[in-house]
T-cell receptor
Framework: GDSVTQMEGPVTLSEEAFLTINCTYT??????LFWYVQYPGEGLQLLLK?????DKGSNKGFEATYRKETTSFHLEKGSVQVSDSAVYFCALSPHQGAQKLVFGQGTRLTINP | DAGVIQSPRHEVTEMGQEVTLRCKPISGHDYLFWYRQTMMRGLELLIY????????DSGMPEDRFSAKMPNASFSTLKIQPSEPRDSAVYFCASTIEGAGNTIYFGEGSWLTVV
């Protein structure tokens, strides 16, 4: 079945460091890919998404590129801030029109000043 | 615009008691989801509705769990009887056809069963 695998956390970085959180997926067909972020005590919020191969999603300085050849959607940010501390979830929607999401296990990110 | 509204935000109950979690989706949305989040299993989709009709309930753990959506603006997730292993954060989420699979989450109901 469809699944998402994220790099294990927790991840701890210093402010202004470069961030990569790896995400790979298994799916039949052509899924859409997402990154959601969960701040402490809150629900999940969409961070960015990409709906087809080679698309790049970006938001708030974060980027991720849909790589069909490697079935990956790694999240990157060039210079992290303390306010980026949160749990990040990679997710897929099995195909266009399928409304449900399959989530990875989440990666907890802590940024120290 | 109001987002997805869940109640209660926090609930502590004793084993064996009935628990009812409530959700009001974003107005106009035609899909509603119930997710459960635990440290051990992460985020699990329990059930989702389209136009108030349950589409996929394969994630509902067992018969103790039931979900209803009597109208487009209200859904409930009920656990009866509750057990300590049901302790988790339960999220409701909604979306609308044509939203590009973007799903909007509520802030969650934090359930502790003692």
């Amino acid at each position: 079945g469809d699944s998402v695998t994220q790099m294990e956390g927790p991840v701890t970085l210093s402010e202004e460091a470069f961030l990569t959180i790896n995400c790979t997926y298994t799916a039949t067909g052509y899924p859409s890919l997402f990154w959601y972020v969960q701040y402490p005590g809150e629900g999940l919020q969409l961070l960015l998404k990409a709906t087809k191969a080679d698309d790049k999603g970006s938001n708030k300085g974060f980027e991720a590129t849909y790589r069909k050849e490697t079935t990956s959607f790694h999240l990157e940010k060039g210079s992290v801030q303390v306010s980026d501390s949160a749990v990040y979830f990679c997710a897929l929607s099995p195909h266009q029109g399928a409304q449900k999401l399959v989530f990875g296990q989440g990666t907890r990110l802590t940024i120290n000043p | 615009d109001a987002g997805v509204i869940q109640s209660p935000r926090h609930e502590v109950t004793e084993m064996g008691q009935e628990v009812t979690l409530r959700c009001k989706p974003i107005s106009g949305h035609d899909y509603l989801f119930w997710y459960r989040q635990t440290m051990m299993r992460g985020l699990e989709l329990l059930i989702y509705f389209n136009n108030n009709v349950p589409i996929d309930d394969s994630g509902m753990p067992e018969d103790r769990f039931s979900a209803k959506m009597p109208n487009a603006s209200f859904s409930t997730l009920k656990i009866q009887p509750s057990e300590p292993r049901d302790s988790a954060v339960y999220f409701c989420a909604s979306t609308i056809e044509g939203a590009g699979n973007t799903i909007y989450f509520g802030e969650g109901s934090w359930l502790t069963v003692v």
